[in-house]
């Protein structure tokens, strides 16, 4: 029986999982499921993005495999590489014991530094994994190039053993925080979905979901704060992640209510530039306290 049957089972396992998904975005993780079609989820950085991918993976009971993307990313760090230093032990001993040494000796699979991509498409699983290839838009041109030969045909030739492809197609979660704009032709290839920030109603639902043992009052005003700070003029305005946080920061501190002075102490859980931190101390945290209805 498939884990997945509906858009409908869907955001029921998403849900039983404390994931708050609404139509659309159960809609678009459905079809790539379906359809076998990467899933390219853009948006703010902690808005749950990464965690699509940690969910599915739980849900079809596989392994997540993830690639970290960064500037300078390349081949040897996202496909393969040879393991040297075993090779040059290889070496000295057929060597010293007078054997010949062949290319095939060096370079076979027992070499074989499998990195992210390759150990995706390579698994030995009887079903397919989740690849996480996450935070595309930190990793350069050159490797969404190659990105979008391995999603073409889910294969990756190395030269000196051959073509290697995939017995089942990964289940390919592409996320990206628009740090840069991703080129067309690696979209082209994916279903889209850009998530926002939640509505106060939603966000409130992901809070009590994942942190059940908040308050209520706690939790339905942390959510209105977050929900009006990132009205403000912030570098870099909080996210989901750092709501979840913050709750969880206020429960471990026993708060049952916000109040001024714990809000403007724990600030840096939230706020992660000092410049930010200075602009909403003072009158402006004031102001957002007072259209929240938190006292002082």
């Given at each position: ?7 409908e089972?869907?955001?029921s ?8 998904a ?8 459905y ?14 950085a ?6 699509v ?13 993830r690639?970290?993307c ?13 393991n040297?230093?075993?090779q ?57 190039a ?17 073509t290697?492809t ?7 979660v ?13 979209k ?24 059940p043992?908040?308050p ?6 942390i ?20 709501t ?33 931190v ?19």
């Amino acid at each position: 029986m498939l884990p997945i049957t509906s858009i409908e089972n869907l955001q029921s396992n998403l849900r039983e999982r404390s994931y708050i998904a609404e139509r659309g975005l159960a809609t678009s993780i459905y079809l790539a499921y379906k359809l076998q079609r990467p899933l390219f989820l853009e948006g703010e950085a902690g808005v749950g993005k990464t965690e699509v991918a940690k969910m599915m993976a739980d849900i079809l009971d596989t392994e997540l495999v993830r690639l970290q993307c960064y500037e300078g990313l390349d081949v040897h760090h996202a496909v393969y590489e040879w393991n040297y230093a075993r090779q040059m032990l290889n070496i000295r001993l057929m060597e010293a014991q007078g054997e010949k040494i062949s290319e095939l000796d060096l370079f076979s699979r027992d070499y074989l530094l499998r990195r992210p991509l390759l150990q995706a498409i390579e698994h030995s699983h009887d079903k397919p994994v989740v690849l996480l290839i996450d935070e595309v838009d930190r990793s350069d041109e050159e490797f969404e190039a190659f990105l979008l030969e391995v999603l073409s045909d889910y294969q990756i030739t190395i030269p000196e053993i051959g073509t290697i492809t995939a017995k089942f197609k990964p289940f390919v979660v592409i996320t990206s925080n628009r740090t840069r704009e991703v080129h067309d032709a690696l979209k082209r290839r994916c279903l889209y979905f850009w998530i926002d920030y939640p509505t106060f109603e939603k966000e409130l639902e992901i809070v009590r979901a994942r942190i059940p043992e908040a308050p209520l009052q706690l939790s339905r005003q942390i959510t209105a704060f977050i929900q009006e700070l990132r009205r403000a003029d912030l570098y870099k305005i909080p996210g989901v992640a750092e709501t979840l946080d913050w709750t969880t920061a206020m429960v471990a501190l026993d708060q049952q209510a916000l109040n001024a002075s714990i809000v403007e102490d724990t600030l840096g859980v939230i706020l992660k530039y000092q410049d930010d931190v200075d602009k909403i101390k003072g009158e402006n945290l004031k102001n957002i306290l007072n259209r929240v209805q938190i006292s002082g």
